[in-house]
């Protein structure tokens, strides 16, 4: 009996010891990939100088000779005595890719920053000069005066497989030289108000001052920038963001060349396609970019694209989701004609659009797409339901579709581009020149309902004009 025990024990420890072996090479062992690369990850600080006005009301004068008289003027500031400036500083990291000083990063790390600093590896402090930055992709390029520096070699973001092993190196909350590990998590993620950059997700540590940083794969290249992450709290909570290195690449090329980015615009308000969608556009899967809107006078409307329209092709690339396409239309050359795959009347059709450079003023790209056209009513603009929009809305008779909506009654409202005005003031809206006359009756400061249909819900709104 003892004898079967101590056999058992031996083959429990031997299976143990196989196991382990082969949990621990089945690993990757990070070490020789950071040495041969932390050299060429720097810290960047800036500093950026703020005028400190006083906080006494103006006309304000100190009485002469009385008590701490000397010391309210010391922290209130005196007549006659200038605002000081104080200095603010921000961490981030960055990476040197060329050896004679051109350097990546965040361009939240260096926006509004009056002096940047890039602190090497050797403890070498060196002033930067900013060549250029995109808010949009949230890239920054840098020059230091300096030769033969250590540089990193370039991936691409597009062969980076989710599962794959990445780490990162940087300088969280100012720690130099950190680094942390770990996989792709998703690739080609949509984050709120960053269309252009097709995110890689990863769970990788990221805090504050790795911003900028770079996120290597295995082979010891860079695939991205890390840029965001997803937190409640402040710091790392499993979800990193990074900007593919694909696009960084383009962004400072251009910045490199021209000081500024060219970005493709083809002018339309897309949405996901839904499996009810999918069905009644005879479609096997849900696939594709439906298109709400389009913008008037855009390289679409030039086009010929519609509202209606479902894209599912950008230059030979598939569109799986409707975040695919913004990335997709933001890198492709203006120079050259476009070619978009949609599916209109159930029917494939390819069109050919000469793509327009994105207006840089977020306010300006607003107020196009914010326009009401000529029949504008109550701050936006509408037009006739076509048969195939009835078949595909299921909506029979009446209703006008909403294509802008800007500042105005509707707006206030609630009403938004792509509802369907069924009622107005209790009377069936029958098509845009009855709407008109609808309106005009309204009078002013008085309340009114509108029913609309919103992608098929029945929903009321209360209107004044």
Known sequence: MYKRCGRHIIFAVLLWSLFANVSASSLPDFTALVEENSNAVVN?????????????????????????????KHFFGGQGQRPRQQETRSLGSGFIISHDGFLLTNHHVVKNADEIFVRLQDRRELKAKLIGSDQRTDVALLKVEAKNLPVVKFGSSKSLKVGEWVFAI???????????AGIVSAKGRSLPKENYVPFIQTDVAINPGNSGGPLFNLKGEVVGINSQIYSRSGGFMGLSFAIPIDVALNVSNQLKTS????????????????????????????????VAQVIPDSPAEKAGIQVGDVIVAFNGESISRSSSLPPLVGSANIANNARVKVIRNKKTKILTVKLENLPDDEKTLANIQAEPKANSILGMSVKDLTKQMRSELGIKQYGVIVEVVGNGAASKAGIRSGDVIMQMDGHDVKNTQHIIKLANRIKDGKFISVLINRQGNPIFLALKK
């Open 44 to 72: 960047i600080s800036t500093t950026q100088k703020a005028q400190r006005q006083s906080a006494l009301p103006e006309g304000f004068e100190f009485p002469e000779n009385q008590p701490y008289g000397d010391l309210l």
């Open 170 to 180: 940087g300088s969280p909350f100012g720690f130099d030289s950190s680094v942390t």
């Open 259 to 290: 000081g500024h980015v060219i970005r493709g615009w083809l002018g339309v308000r897309i949405q996901d396609i839904t499996r009810e969608l999918a069905e009644s556009f005879e479609m096997k899967k849900p696939h594709g970019a439906l």
